[in-house]
């Protein structure tokens, strides 16, 4: 599912973000699978309501499980932003422009760009575009994990469900009362709009673990609302189909024997570092081929600068995060036995 995931944002990215920089302009716009493959970061999300309400489960505090996350997140992000900043100046085609040093605090810290322009002044950057979806998870590890371990597993579901129909009722009914618009930012700074995705994914991990088919049901049916929430009939017809892929993908053998297609395997375990990494640097080597070898075929630009960053997303994966991990494991655990 992952490898799904991130080939729609690939591709979206490559074929429809950028057609005012790309040398095949909106050639390829037209094609409805590029126009909604941002899509795919919604299908990151359901993925990661169902991973982390079974990672809360193996966990005995929130102090455990946050030190599970972001040693699961921390070492691909260092890597690919040192390897990000260390490469910017070979690419002055980058659609964000060279990045400055501060630009690297809100990947490093998942702390949103605006939270860090408010604390410290100036005009704060990110070091990728793509990293907003990386502030919105951090956000649901600390408000999921705190009711989790506070109030129980039933409750923490719940109370995403319930902060996801907060967030679309702040929404429906703003400049209703001052209340609201202070509730309604509140949310904002959770993200708690994505929630609905979130809870999604925790139901399913519900009916895996449960078998009950209530849980699958309400799964999809939160999909749906979520998707219903998005702009445009294109984009929530995206949203649903990604939705019943998930869910079928549990109960079909036939989805699961596609989606472990060994290609596909190989990209979803890239998938972390690749995401990290692509948007730029894509961007930019598809404007330098367009300029160094005119008569290639369109379709190509895209696909070399894709095939070239998956084996540097895979080379992160498989060789470099592990021993980082490893390290970081080791720096740590002596203050862990001295806290014991």
Known sequence: MRGVAILLV??????ARWPDLVPYGEQYQSVPLFR???????????????????TLEKCASFKIFFARRWLR??????????IIFATAPLFPE???GQPMWRDLLPGMTFIDPAIWQKLIGGNQGALEGAFWSLYVEMKFYVVFGLIYFVLGRAIAVWGLIILFVLSIATHLLTGSSSLLVVLGKGLGLLGAEYYGWFAAGALFFLYVRDKRLVWLVSGL???FASAAEMGGIETQIAAVLVTVLFAAALVSDSVQSVLSWKWLLIVGFASYPLYLLHENVMIATIIKLGV????LPMFLYPILPI????????????HLEPRLKRGLRQAFRPRETMTA
């Open 307 to 318: 095939a070239a960053l998956t084996m540097l997303a895979w080379i992160v994966a498989a």
């Open 10 to 15: 690939l591709l979206f990215h490559a074929f």
């Open 94 to 96: 980058r659609p964000l």
């Open 292 to 295: 160094a070898a005119p008569s």
């Open 221 to 223: 049916g939160l999909g």
């Open 36 to 54: 909604v493959g941002f899509i795919g970061v919604n299908l990151f999300f359901i993925i990661s309501g169902f991973v982390i309400l079974m």
């Open 73 to 82: 997140l921390f070492p691909a992000m260092l890597i690919c932003s040192a």
